[in-house]
């Protein structure tokens, strides 16, 4: 169903967006909340285009199956999480850092990109992956109950039989 699917993309842009910006805004030892709030404009406006390129769901439970996952393995969620962050975190990362380090060394600041990046890389990807981990299956939970599961198509843990 194409309207969970934008729901979804949506709210975990918003939850992703949110904390990543204001973690790597924090680890950086320079907060400003004019910097949180650009580095989150920007963050948000990535990740929703990443989600609408990126068809999520189908991408997930490919990899799943091609991993040999069941839909009803707890296994599965966390695949799931590692495929959502592998996809999602590089790419708001660098986008945060890049903006970040341009903006820094415009005022005169002094700062090494790579490691300023990788510092930034590493903390994303635990944050992402733990932030997707706990957060898709409550949203996906949640747009379920207000849109129903898909026609055709048994919701995870659902069994065709009744």
Do not use: W
Not at 14 to 39: D, P, Q, W
Not at 136 to 141: G, N
């Amino acid at each position: 169903m194409k309207k969970i699917g934008i729901y979804m993309n949506v709210l975990m842009s918003i939850t992703l967006s949110l904390f990543l910006s204001l973690a790597n805004s924090m680890a950086s030892g320079h907060f400003t909340v004019s910097g949180f709030f650009l580095s989150l404009a920007v963050s948000f406006a990535i990740s929703l285009a990443v989600g609408f390129i990126v068809p999520m769901h189908k991408v997930g439970t490919a990899a799943c199956r091609k991993a040999g996952l069941s839909q009803e393995d707890y296994s599965t969620r966390f695949f799931e999480a590692l495929i959502s962050d592998i996809i999602y975190t590089p790419v708001m990362t660098f986008s945060m850092v890049t903006m970040e380090y341009m903006i820094a060394t415009s005022h005169g600041a002094r700062l090494e990109y790579l490691p300023m990046l990788g510092k930034s890389l590493l903390l994303s990807f635990i944050l992402g992956y733990l932030l997707a981990l706990l957060f898709m299956p409550i949203f996906r939970d949640m747009l379920l109950k207000k849109f129903g599961p898909p026609r055709g198509r048994p919701h995870i843990g659902e069994t065709t039989i009744k």
